[in-house]
Structures are given as C-alpha cells and as structure tokens.
C-alpha cells in the first residue's frame, strides 16, 4: 500500500472546452490537514467535486490508497470513508438537526432491506445505536440544543457545525472542507479551528479549501496553491507564504476575493 | 401519556371501526372504497412524498393488482385467496421492471414517462391481448374469498377486509419513517446532491420506494376487484393516477394525516355533494387551485423532527 492516503496525478478536468483544473497533482498523507487556496474560480471546488465523484476528469488518476477511484459514483466515494461538506452550505433545512446528522449514519447502519416494511429486534438495537452516536456527535458540536430544530431555521454558524457533525458522522477517513470558515464571526472561527483540531486528534485526515489565511496558514501542514486551475507552489504554510508567485496571484485577483 | 396526533388517531381509529354499524348499503361501498383509495394514495406517497420521484401512473400499478385478481380468479379458476400473493409481486416485478431503466431521468422527464407507462397498459387492457383481459368491458364475475367453508361477501366483510389492508399499510408506512429506508427517501428528496455525498444511492432508494408502492398498491387493487366483483380499464386510466397524485400533494406529501385528508377530500366528498352533479368537479378544480396557493405544502404537511425522546431531553 502507497503511504499516502489520496494522490492526485495530473488531474484534468474540462468544461466544453474550458480547462477548469490542469494538470494538476498532489499527494495527501494520513493524518494530515491539508490546505488548499487560490483566488475565486482557481478551480479549487472543481478538484473537490472530482475527488466525490461528482465529476469526472478526462485526463489522470484519482489513488484512493492505491486504487485508481476516478469516476466511481458519489455514493460509492462515501463508502470509501471520503465525506464532504460544501461550500454553498447543503443541509436538508426542513428536517430536524438531528435528522441530518443521522443522515451520515446511513453507511454505518446495518438495517437489512425488509427493515423498511417490518422491524426486527436486530433493527431495534441497530436504530437505538445510531441515534446514539448522533445524541454523542451533537454534544462533541454542542448542537444538543437544537436536537429537533429545523436546520435550515439555524445561523449560518451553526449550519456549518451541523455540515460537518453530519459529515463526521459517517466515521470518514477524509473529511473534505470546502471553506468551513465562509460566512463565520470571528469566535466562530476560533471555535472552528479548536474542532478542526479535535477531529485531526480523532484519526481523521482533512483536506480544506479556506480563503481565511489566518486560520488555513495555522492549521495546515501542506498546502498547495492553485490559479486558474494549475499548481502554482506548495510546500509548509511559512514557504507558501513567502513564495512571490503566490503574493502576486492574490494581489492580482484582490477584487474578486472581496465578493467571497 | 398519549399526545394529539395519538389521541386523534386513536378517535379515527374507532370512528372507521365502527362505521359499518351506522350507514346503509350505499355509504358503506363509500366507505370500503375510501380504505381501499387510502391504501393506493399511501402508496404513492412513498414514491411522490418521501422519495419525491414525479410518478403520474400510479394507477397502473393499482390496475395491474385488480387484474391478476381478476385474471385468474375469472380465466383460470384459482381461488381469490390464491391470487392474493401473485397480485402483490407482480406490480412489484412490473415496477422493478419498468423503472429500473428510466430511474435516473429527473423531475418532469420521468413524469412524462410513467405516464406513457399508464397509457401503453390502457392500451393492452382494452385490446384484450392473449384474450385474457376482456377488451374494453373488462372482467365480471370475481369471487369473493372463501375460507373454511365461509363465504366473505357481503359489504360489512369487504369493509373490514379493506380495514386490515389500511392497517397493514399503515404499519408499513410508519415502519418505514422509522427506519434508515425511510429517512434516506427523505435525504434523496431534500437534496440528492448531499445525499449521495453521505453514501446514499439514489438509484436503490428510489427503486426501493417504487417497488415498494407497486406491491401495496397491487394489494389494494386486488381488494378493489374483489369489492366490485368486476374490473375495467378506465377504473386504472392517466385520470386516476391524475387523482392518486393530486390526493398526495393537496393532503400533504409525507404525512400520515395529510394523505387520509386528501384522500377524503378528493374521493369522499364528490360522494358528499353527489345532488350537485357534474358542478361538484368545478369545486374541486378550484378548492386544489387554492390549496396550491394557500398551503403550497398540502392540508396537513408533514412535521420532520420524529427523533427518539432521549434526544428531545437537552432540546428547546
């Protein structure tokens, strides 16, 4: 088995013509928090929705541990231990708080077919332990409080906490963040990199898009740079930082990050 | 403790128990094809409500239960009991059938295919393929069931026949809130980018929930056949699966309550202002028109926040 847990070989991805992620490659280690920047339609949610099987690169290689899982169907990514939240925050706001994180617990179920016409006591123990964990998940996010609120009647902040208590729930290997902090208060933010910590101490390997500087330079042992769908630099936090390239990247795209 | 909503259904329960023994011949047939219509738009709701698939051929489903019923009680000579089985599994074949190829279109496209469904199995009914199905008069001639030497015929029988089938299908119904099944229609219906991003197939659910409603409604259309002692294709005609679908949505897609309230308002009450004649429809094109309007979400919509009370404790 490969030591990295996610390699990214000379992904291509094409829109009509359009090349939205070029060439790109990168390789994210077990354990690791991963940062990825770059100004606004640099492609960064484009690699994401790649690697959920959302879309299809035409050109290179997604390795799963090893095993090449480009084009495998969403669903399928999440079996693998792949979870996600999104940018534009997709909760299913009319359902309770609790209802969406149990939604993450479905791959962890073991509820056979015939459980949804007549319950069995296999499902009784299996439905009670589920339903636990989402009772442990929504004390780990200090959701309790919201346990049968709608989600979509929350703030922001909280409907950012619920993205990830749901994604967390489904045990993930990977989780993915596409820019966790968008939208959030300063306390917000500080209360998010504590968790995000907490979740990397769990076991689990994070990849981030963020545009907070402050809080991905933090959090981040790696980072890769993307413009325009091309790698531009990586390396530690403190050399992407330094790296010219970079600098002039953001300073010529500096009006659209303000529309963020 | 009971709540409302129990203390409510439990009223209803009663009330529908006891039915029989208050009204004449002609409002107890109201009343057994009220259960039997409840049974069908339950079904639908599995596929319309929870799953949200835009299914508009319902009624082939419900039709195909009545006429294996018919078919082989009436051709073949088996008793109704025997059909019973071979009326459930056969829609649910039939739908796994049919669906399986065309589960991935979308929204309106599906619709617009389930529709054609409807219309091609109108076709082969009322052009009596393999000289089985009686062409446009249908089948006359159903039995009624016989157990142990009983006979269940009367109307008082198909009433509490159609009762126990309300009753199994209610139970269906909340064993399938309650179970990952159930929830992951929801997921798939509120969002099915974020579903499938949670591990949830898309395909398999909404296949599940086809099925599914395809089995229930081959039972109810069984029931039907067996009321009426007769079957005929515009009984299970676009019209009706029209009527299965408006039912669902004016109700209220997903809720228990909201498909028995649809269900009366769009079945029962025509029998109600029946002295109106033909005017009576007008009311109804207008009473859903405004429901629409009104309560986009159906009568009674659904309430979502059905969570084990250990988790309630820390909640607001």
């Known amino acids: 088995m490969s030591e990295y847990l996610l390699e990214i070989q000379n992904v291509s991805k094409l829109f009509s013509g359009l090349v939205a992620i070029d060439n790109l490659s990168m390789k994210v280690k077990k354990g690791q ?117 709608p989600a979509g009647d929350l703030s922001y902040g909280i409907q950012r906490r619920i993205e990830m208590a749901r994604a967390l729930a489904a045990e993930p290997e990977l989780l993915i963040l596409d820019e966790p902090a968008a939208g959030l208060n300063e306390n917000e933010t500080i209360e998010l990199t504590e968790m995000i910590r907490k979740i990397q101490a769990m076991g689990v390997t994070i990849m981030m898009i963020e545009h907070d500087m402050e809080m991905v330079m933090s959090l981040s042992e790696y980072i890769t740079v993307i413009n325009f769908g091309a790698k531009i630099s990586e390396g530690v936090p403190s050399f992407v930082q330094a790296d010219p390239k970079v600098v002039e990247a953001y300073i010529g795209s500096d009006e659209e990050d303000e529309d963020a | ?56 051929g ?46 991935h279109l979308r929204g309106d496209y599906l619709l617009v295919a389930t529709i054609g469904f409807n219309i091609i199995f109108i076709q082969i009914l009322e052009n009596d393929v393999f000289g089985l199905t009686g062409g446009p008069n249908g089948l006359f001639g159903i039995d009624v069931v016989h ?72 039972a109810a259309g069984s029931m039907f056949s067996v009321q009426y002692s007769a079957v005929s294709p515009e009984a299970f005609n676009v019209t009706q699966s029209i009527m299965f679908f408006t039912i669902v949505l004016v109700g ?37 028109i405004l429901t629409m309007i009104l309560r986009p979400r159906g009568i009674w919509p659904v309430k979502f926040g059905n969570i084990p009370s250990f988790l309630k404790k820390g909640a607001k």
């Open chain 2, 58 to 103: 319902h009624a082939m489903f419900f039709g195909l239960g009545a006429y294996t019923t018919a078919i082989l009680n009436v051709q073949f000579g088996w008793a109704i009991l025997a059909t019973w089985i071979p009326s459930v599994v056969i829609p649910m074949a039939c739908a796994f059938a049919l669906v399986a190829p065309i589960i």
């Open chain 1, 33 to 149: 928090i991963y940062g990825i920047i770059g100004p606004n339609g640099a492609g960064k949610t484009t690699l994401f929705n790649c690697i959920t099987g959302i879309y299809t690169p035409e050109i290179g290689q997604i390795l799963w541990k090893g095993k090449d899982i480009k084009g495998i169907s969403p669903y399928k990514i999440a079996g693998l231990g792949i979870l996600r939240t999104f940018q534009t925050i997709r909760l299913f706001s009319e359902m309770s708080v609790a209802e969406n994180i149990m939604s993450g617990r479905h791959i962890k179920s073991k509820q056979r077919w015939y459980n949804g016409i007549i319950p069995t006591p296999a499902y009784f123990k299996d439905e009670k332990y589920q339903w636990t964990k989402v009772g442990e998940l929504m004390e780990f996010f200090n959701l309790s409080l919201y346990a049968t609120t």
């Open chain 2, 147 to 218: 157990v142990f030497g009983y006979d269940f015929s009367s109307q008082i029988h198909m009433y509490y026949m159609a009762f126990i089938l309300l009753g199994i299908t209610l139970f269906i119904m909340r064993s399938l809130d309650r179970s990952k099944f159930g929830r992951a229609m929801f997921y798939i219906h509120k969002d099915d980018i974020a579903a499938q991003s949670m591990g949830i197939s898309l395909r398999y659910y909404k296949l599940y929930a086809f099925i599914l409603g395809a089995g229930i409604a081959g």
């Open chain 2, 1 to 56: 403790m009971m709540n409302k909503t129990g203390l409510i259904a439990l009223l209803l329960l009663g009330f529908a128990g006891l039915y029989p023994l208050f009204v004449d011949s002609a409002w107890l047939a109201v009343g057994t094809t009220f259960l039997v219509f409840a049974c069908v738009a339950f079904s639908q709701d599995i596929i319309l409500g929870r799953a949200g698939v835009f299914h508009m």
């Open chain 2, 252 to 288: 209220g897609s997903a809720s228990l309550p909201g498909v028995l309230i649809g269900t009366f308002v769009m079945f029962v009450l025509p029998e109600v202002f029946r002295e109106f004649e033909t005017a009576r429809y007008l009311v109804f094109g207008v009473a859903m």
